[in-house]
């Protein structure tokens, strides 16, 4: 079973959240939409959640379009930039058990 945590507010919070599921065994994608995106602008106050949370095993991906508006380019952080179609097919998935933060 995934979880996939889908936040476009409280990136910090579903990335902590998922860090600690992930470490517990779960599979877990958290994905960053709309202003969630933000966290991976370099220097950002919760850069250290984002590191911590793919330490911990969490998938991390990130509206590819979401990002660019805010012209952001993920740098060397293991982000995945994704279009809406796989975020679709994600939370459509029989083993998935989305939730929204």
Known sequence: MTVALLTSQQPAE???????????????????????????????????????????????????????ERLIVPGDTEVELVDLEAVAQLVGE???RAQWW
């Open 14 to 68: 579903a990335l902590a959240l998922g860090s600690g599921w992930a470490r517990d065994g779960e599979d877990v994608v958290v994905v960053l939409l709309d202003a969630a995106t933000i966290v991976l602008r370099p220097g950002h106050d919760d850069a250290a959640n984002l590191r911590e949370a793919t330490e911990a095993g969490v998938r991390v991906w990130a509206h590819d379009h979401a990002a660019a």
């Open 94 to 96: 029989p083993e998935t």
